[in-house]
């Protein structure tokens, strides 16, 4: 289908999406708010949207945020990664072949490596193609079975103007203020390529009015030496996110098992207000009644095996920082447990964490409604 159509059509497609989910009344709920001292009240407690209503429309679309807006998340996230012409596109990954047909339209534009990379492409050109489900670009297959189809519908690649410009214009015609959270992905290896993202970024939220600490806005990052310059060398004042992951991950030269330290959280706090720690780093499954530490207060039974709290939680609180750890998935539980609301009601009331990253946004509007509701507390 021609670019202009399709454009018309995912317009249309976003503003039929927000009208009709709008309209039902439990879905319309007053955001909480932003991250700020840890607390335990459910009141204080975020929902990140990751990616958007991803677990139900493919990720990072614009359909897939306006659902998250209407499903009452207090913030969407937008991982941000650069086109051939410097334009800051909302996109998971420097590459394009796993969420888009880059592949079938432009199959000899892929590196010696055999990816397709958005740094390659204009935006331009970038518009040509139709965003889908996750999929394995070996087999084709979707990363999660149940999910929106592979290949159906028509979605494409939003600049990150273009989002923000969704969300500024949902809060203003619902009355809520959601607030964007937006990842700098690959800060090193852009510069590598010859763009600084980070001052194009940062240019961006800018100029739609994203500039002070009170600001409805969370800049997130896994390069340690990023985030720093960030703070220091450019100097914003926005409230920033450091993002911890596994070492040999490669998300950046950043040793995230420092971070995790009593040490390495107070660097932190030197330069950032959170962590954004993956789910394990909070709370990891114990293997067998003999490791289960007896009769220790941190343990608590689960459906499969136990889990026990890491105490990362309490450093990092002790340090000033918020934690938001990431993804809370229906379809991908943790092994300790295949309740989705026992999970959350874990890592909320249990071991503490400030907000969580889901994509299935609804699911943690509705609980923490109902814990609001019941007074649940830790």
Known sequence: MPHAPRKVKLLMDTLVLCLVLLCLPALVLSAASPPAAAEDSPAKKVVIAHRGASGYLPEHTLPAKALAHAMGADFLEQDVVLTKDAVPIVLHDIHLDTVTD??????????????????????????????????????AKAVYANRFPVGQGSFSVPTLAEEIELVQGLNKSTGRDVGIYPEIKSPAWHRQQGHDISKIV????????????????????????????????????????????ENDWNEAATDYDHLRTAEGLKEIASYADGIGPWMPH?????????????????????????????????????????????????????????????????????????????????????????????????
């Not at 339209?105 to 996750?134: C, H, K, M, Q």
């Not at 450093?315 to 920082?321: K, M, R």
């Not at 609301?341 to 409604?369: C, H, N, Q, S, W």
């Open 102 to 139: 880059v592949a079938k339209v432009y199959p000899e534009r892929a590196r010696d490596d055999g990816r397709f990379y958005a740094i390659d492409f204009t935006l331009a050109e970038i518009r040509r193609l139709n965003v889908s489900e996750r999929f394995d670009r070996e087999t």
């Open 202 to 245: 940062l240019k961006v939220l800018s100029k739609y009015g994203y500039q002070d600490r009170d600001d409805n806005v969370v800049v997130q990052c896994f390069d340690a030496a990023e985030c720093k310059r960030l703070r220091t060398e450019l100097g914003t004042k926005l409230r920033l996110v450091q993002l911890i992951g």
């Open 282 to 378: 909070l709370v990891a499954e114990v293997q067998g009644s003999a490791d289960a530490g007896g009769g220790d207060p941190q343990t608590r039974e689960a459906k499969s095996g136990r889990w026990r709290d890491t105490g990362l939680v309490k450093l990092a609180h002790d340090a000033g920082l918020v934690v938001h750890p990431y993804t809370f998935r229906i379809d991908s539980p943790p092994p300790y447990s295949d309740d989705f609301d026992e999970v959350l009601r874990i890592f909320f009331f249990e071991v503490g964490v400030d907000g969580i990253f889901t994509d299935f946004p609804d699911r943690a509007v509705k609980f923490l409604g109902t814990a609001r509701d019941s007074k649940i507390s830790r």
